[in-house]
């Protein structure tokens, strides 16, 4: 164990920090990774499904992975490869069905798919002109109505009969009162013309190709199917059934006569009631010895393997064992946390042998060894030149393969320190300017500080001053509002963070309430406002002060300073502090009474006023100053001239507020950019973004990014000229992901770096 870190020399991140165009900074994978699946006809090719940026393909087993395809939506849930032809590929996403014809290079929706979320999708073997897609949604149930789809409802197929040309409905069960949700679809191997389905419903089979449907008789006492699975010679059927909530058994019965066997007590480890989903048996199987694992969905027991034997259709004996377990004797990557396998694979036959697994937020390869599988890390690539201590223990960094971590918040940086704000991973951060990075110090005082929704630097009389918005929570499910600081003495992992005020007991007298944005003034750089979700504005003006007062646990000096108006405001998405003047400060409104304000301290006391009536939850205003200019730019939905309340436009204020122009349109991002994908859902496209708007110099970034639909339109650019005239660019670049939620620049070694993050994909950055 290497119990001390070294700073990698800034010359060795020359190729990354020198790129003309965005380089993705993240550690990999990340938000939830909703499947990982083996190319049937290449060995080595595998296909990422995931929740926020579509597709990813490696074709080196694993070790590197890239994104595939431009899907119409990103949420995915189901990947399949025809049999034979891996040019043919299906991918089943919240919006519909998607057909490729050239490996995933371009995709087509299945138009009576078209806002109907695919959960499953199997190509027949024995006839690969059949394939059967299964409306479903796996366990996301809070996606499934993004598009008007009712989980309840006639359970619905999507079949086609000539290699995914033409496509039909088949209903499977017109019972309409319950969930609909298909999980698995499983074609007799040698008889072409019998299908299985696993739904919430229940279990069905069709011996004519999918055209007609019988329900099986389910295991007594049990509520939802959560999967099947055939034995490679069809004689056998494994199932996983509900009996309380999610959680229930793994059941078997022969094909011939349906007889469920509950299977938890063999020979070796009892199984407890779990909630177990999507039973495989390996391929390898002969026909009287069987290997069987199960996924689940949400708990972290471990994963489990049984060993059946049978004769004559006649279970004999088995046995479970677990094969992966906790986070000891393998790399857990920057995830770390306990086993969770929620989707679990046997390699294909004509593979060498595996198991490969997804936990939430990262990727596994089981290899058998004698007695014990080998678990290695297909997500990320451990750096030990960089280490941070915690539990100790020194913990490596972690850089991508490929993968990009999913929501980020917030960023910001210092020299080689960079901060990713995430809603589901904490504080992400890296001390080699975003080579590697590690999320462990997220666990600080044993507490789980999973959700950071904003970042920001403050100047301190000796140091940089990291102040964070920190709490336990996932999804963007903030439990309360709190105030974390991190001094930066150092710029290594040595730098610890500190509980600052707020949470449950409001620390130092500061609320609870959530703290969705903090900033820091420009010209009084130890001065910092945050925003406490229903309980106003306030302003610490000297960190370094509080810092001191917060350790000593006394009550933070620090000023309410809403008032008026603003105490109809209710929650802000961003506080833009005057770039010149140290008493005026401009936020943004997102509920109660939205809209741009401005704030202003004369004789001691601030004065509130309302300056513009944009509104949405992720609308944004930005202030700077360049040559003498005060700029003022607000990004978000609008009434007012060229506004149509839904579709958001960019206005410029060089007045502060007291006229307003509008400079950037959707029409204007049309003219400049093209995206073959958009006249497939122009319909359904809006025009929006979740934030990440940035002024610099004459310049302004916006992005256009519509969050359901999870595709970002583009990047744009912005040229300010001496009568406030704006010339716009594409901005877009090589980015993978364009869904900016922040953005800040940073003079880093004398170079000027655009950093940002991403609701799908992370934190990425480019210079200036």
Known sequence: MISKFKIISFLLMLPILMSAQWTSINPGAGGQVQDVVCDPNIENRLYLASDMEGIYVSDDNGNSWHPKGDLLQNRVYAIAVAPGNSKKMFVGTLYGLEVSEDGGENFSLVEITRKKSIGAIAVNPNNPE?????????????????????????????????????????????EANTNRNVLTIQYHPTKKNIVYIGASKGIYKSEDAGRTWKKLKAPENTTQNWGAALSPNGEILYATYAVKDNKGYVYATPTSTINWEKINNGEGIKLGMFDFWYPEVDPRSTEKSHKLIVGLQHSREGLFEATLTWDNNKLLKYSWETIWSGVGGFDTGWDYAHTNPR?????????????????????????????????????CIPNFNFQVPHWESWWPTYSSRGTESTYTYDITADKNYVLQAQGDNGFVESWDYGKSWSNIQHRNANMNLSDVQSVAIAQGENNPIVIAQATGGYGGAAVDGRLYIKELKTHTPNDKWIFLAGGPDKKGGMPSGIYRDIAVSPIKQNRVFAFSSDNGLYMIDDIDMAIGQSKANQKISFEKISNGVLDKVKSVKKISPHPTNENIVFLNATTGDQGVYKGEKDNGSWKWSKIYNGSSWDAEVDS?????????????????????????????????????KVVFTKEMAMELKTNKWYKHIKDDYVFSNKGGILGFDNHIIMSYYHHRMQKAYGIFKGSIDSKGNVTWEDYTGDIGYGGLTSAVIKVIDGHKKIFVSTAGAGAWMREE
């Open 343 to 379: 989707f679990v694979h046997y390699t294909p036959k004509n593979w060498k042998r595996a198991i490969w697994s997804t936990t939430n937020q990262t990727i596994f390869e089981g290899i058998a060894k004698e007695n014990y599988y080998q678990w290695n890390n297909k997500y």
């Open 624 to 660: 700077w100053e360049h040559n003498g200019q005060v700029y003022l730019f607000f990004s978000g939905e609008s009434n007012e001239k060229h506004g149509d309340g839904k579709n958001f436009i960019g206005v410029l204020s060089l007045d502060e507020g007291k006229t307003w």
């Open 130 to 174: 059949h394939i059967i897609a299964g409306l479903g949604w796996r366990d996301d149930l809070d996606f499934s109505h993004y598009f008007g789809l009712q989980s309840q409802g006639r359970g619905e197929l999507f079949q086609s009969l000539d290699g995914g040309k033409t496509w039909e409905t088949i209903i499977y069960e017109d």
